[in-house]
């Protein structure tokens, strides 16, 4: 029988997640990212955890807190930590120049800051998330909401237009307790200098983003793995 659309999803994102923790030693300071793909990056941390290798853990969100602690994996609070061996964690697109855009799981900003902490980031992937050009997915944008209705008309001198985030009838609340816009710009050209504008609009903590911070893609395409770097 042939395998559903997404379990073929899952086993891409399985055999990346796989991939991914070979580059992980013993000592090593971990970020654990937040999203289905991610999950499947913290099972497989969790197994090297049980197989005696000594990781700490730097969560990307309070639900991945959550579930890295119920594996076992011992956690490091953010503020503590002045670098991170190696972050694995998942995105809603890539290009083949590494940039990317994440933010689906409402994490982004605790992504980027660990992302800007890391030495080597790894971003895990199924097929569907490559791309040529970013921009099909919404670009992901953390408001202060004090700063809503300035951050929109903003976004507009962009061209681009903003929704608030929706979670069973009301705005999405962050775990920084801020909402969340998600922008369709449409296809992006250029996107570091997209993300440079948004660096500088008041009221923006965090943009979904991610430019110049990722080191390796690994790809699962069926049981295979294809890496990218730059």
């Known amino acids: 029988m042939d395998k ?32 289905s793909t991610a999950y499947f990056a913290i099972l497989e941390v969790a197994e090297l ?21 119920s ?18 964690d998942g995105a809603d697109e890539f290009d083949e120049q590494l940039n990317l855009i994440k933010g689906g799981g409402g994490a982004l900003f605790r992504e980027k800051i660990i992302a800007s902490l890391t030495k080597k980031e790894i971003i895990i992937a199924d097929s569907g998330k490559k791309v040529a050009r970013l921009g099909a997915f919404k670009v992901p944008v953390e408001i202060v909401p004090m700063a809503l209705n300035y951050v ?26 801020n909402i969340i816009v998600d922008a369709d710009f449409g296809l992006i050209s250029d996107a570091a ?24 893609v690994i790809m699962g395409k069926g049981e ?7």
């Open 193 to 216: 200098a997209l993300s440079e504008s948004l660096n500088q609009i008041e009221g923006i903590l965090g943009h979904g983003l991610f430019v110049n911070l990722t080191a390796m």
């Open 4 to 35: 559903e659309p997404t379990q073929i999803k899952d086993l891409e994102k399985q055999v990346a997640a796989r991939e991914a923790v070979k580059f992980i030693r013993d000592n090593d300071i971990v970020g654990l990212g937040t999203g």
């Open 152 to 177: 929109v008309k903003e976004l507009a001198k962009l061209n681009g237009k903003g929704l608030v985030r929706m979670k069973d009838g009301s705005p999405f609340i962050t775990d920084n307790h």
């Open 71 to 88: 594996l076992g994996i011992e956690l490091l609070d953010m503020k503590d930590v002045q670098s991170i061996d190696v972050t694995i």
């Open 49 to 69: 955890v049980k197989k005696g290798l000594n990781i700490k853990g730097v969560p990307t969100s309070e639900h991945t807190a959550s579930l890295a602690t």
């Open 224 to 230: 295979e793995t294809i890496t990218y770097t730059k």
